[in-house]
């Protein structure tokens, strides 16, 4: 029954159907199941750093029902999506309802969207890799899987890298940076591969163009089936998602740098270039994002055999009461200032 325990994960979904479903306050429904339950189940239940044993990692690498639980999020993230754009078509609401709405359909979308995409791009089969670009796409991110995979983790921890959040950076200035840079970077990784080839840029094996194609083939499917209303839905959704997104790569990489070496490379990524948090309910409902040091030591995992490590920075709280203290800058820099491995500030000051 233990391994049972990421059906967690789809109490997000179940908060945005209730969102979705009803109007005043409770239209914020997801919104306070994220970050006001959550954090304060995480602080109840606590965290742990206990790892599998080699024989129990072997065994639960090779369950299926681990996989089922990622990918039964496409037909829920899609058919609340759906439920979503019917709602907004055939209601009238008020402003603030609208912001709760959009707010908690970004939520879906970052959680039960992204972050399955996340896990399930890094994954050889290539039904996988389908199913990734699949969520990515009403995330609007969809370039997110070249930039992530082949950038992203090669340039973690460096200036190099958009989705590292420099020292003293805002997370509001993040978001600029961190969109713009690891969208042209994904233009640049793309035109590598192709050259890498030997073929043009028009080549049907450019998937930047495909991205460029689908994603706006899906708001203009919204358009048609529902309302051009309602597709600016669709458009503030994805928006709101991979804002969510880049939140969680703030906290993720703040203030982290790996030391550049006498040959001109940076050194090799360890556990303690990215942020660690061991919250249990946090690592359940996000399929094990928070054990992100080990995701980031060995990319290739998968997420029910991720370690924590002892020597990684650990958040002194878990991801999503990290995001609300990560909006106020001054409060963030207090608590998180410190805690930036002292051997790494010079260099991030000096850059």
């Known amino acids: 029954?233990?391994?049972?325990?990421?059906?967690?994960?789809?109490?997000?979904?179940?908060?945005?159907?209730?969102?979705?479903?009803?109007?005043?306050?409770?239209?914020?429904?997801?919104?306070?199941?994220?970050?006001?339950?959550?954090?304060?189940?995480?602080?109840?239940?606590?965290?742990?750093?206990?790892?599998?044993?080699?024989?129990?990692?072997?065994?639960?690498?090779?369950?299926?029902?681990?996989?089922?639980?990622?990918?039964?999020?496409?037909?829920?993230?899609?058919?609340?999506?759906?439920?979503?754009?019917?709602?907004?078509?055939t209601h009238t609401y008020a402003t603030y309802e609208v912001v709760g709405l959009l707010l908690s359909a970004g939520i879906l979308l970052a959680t039960n969207g992204i972050n399955?995409?996340?896990?399930?791009?890094?994954?050889?089969?290539?039904?996988?890799?389908?199913?990734?670009?699949?969520l990515y796409m009403p995330c609007l991110y969809m370039h997110f899987f070249i930039e992530h995979n082949f950038g992203h983790h090669m340039n973690v921890a460096t200036p190099e890298d958009g989705a590292t959040a420099r020292y003293n950076q805002t997370v509001y200035g993040f978001w600029f940076t961190s969109v713009t840079k690891q969208y042209i970077n994904a233009w640049r990784l793309q035109a590598q591969l192709l050259k890498r080839q030997k073929l043009s840029f028009l080549s049907p094996k450019n998937d930047m163009l495909w991205y460029h194609l689908i994603q706006p083939a899906y708001l203009g499917a919204?358009?048609?089936?529902?309302?051009?209303?309602?597709?600016?839905?669709?458009?503030?959704?994805?928006?709101?998602?991979?804002?969510?997104?880049?939140?969680?790569?703030y906290i993720e990489h703040y203030g982290l740098l790996r030391h550049k070496l006498e040959s001109g490379r940076y050194e090799?990524?360890?556990?303690?270039?990215?942020?660690?948090?061991?919250?249990?309910?946090?690592?359940?409902?996000?399929?094990?994002?928070?054990?992100?040091?080990d995701h980031h030591f060995k990319s290739a995992k998968k997420y029910q055999v991720l370690n924590s490590h002892a020597e990684t920075p650990t958040l002194p709280l878990g991801y999503p009461a990290s995001i609300l203290l990560s909006l106020v800058p001054p409060l963030w820099f207090y608590v998180m200032n410190p805690r930036v491995p002292a051997q790494m500030k010079p260099q991030l000051a000096h850059d």
Do not use: C
């Not at 908060?15 to 109007?23: E, G, R």
């Not at 058919?79 to 979503?84: D, H, K, P, Q, S």
């Not at 209303?229 to 969680?248: D, K, N, P, R, Y």
């Not at 061991?278 to 359940?284: L, P, Q, T, Y």
């Open 1 to 89: 029954m233990k391994d049972l325990k990421y059906l967690l994960a789809y109490t997000v979904p179940v908060s945005a159907y209730l969102s979705f479903d009803s109007t005043g306050i409770w239209t914020y429904s997801a919104v306070i199941y994220a970050f006001v339950i959550l954090p304060v189940l995480d602080l109840v239940a606590g965290g742990s750093a206990a790892n599998l044993d080699n024989d129990t990692a072997v065994k639960k690498n090779r369950m299926w029902i681990f996989d089922a639980m990622l990918y039964a999020n496409v037909p829920i993230v899609f058919g609340l999506m759906a439920f979503f754009f019917f709602q907004v078509q």
């Open 116 to 134: 399955v995409a996340h896990e399930l791009g890094h994954r050889a089969e290539l039904p996988a890799r389908l199913v990734s670009k699949l």
């Open 222 to 249: 919204v358009w048609y089936v529902f309302s051009f209303e309602t597709m600016v839905f669709a458009l503030g959704a994805g928006v709101l998602a991979f804002l969510f997104l880049e939140s969680i790569n």
């Open 268 to 293: 090799r990524v360890q556990p303690y270039h990215s942020w660690n948090s061991n919250s249990h309910i946090g690592r359940i409902v996000l399929y094990e994002l928070t054990r992100h040091s």
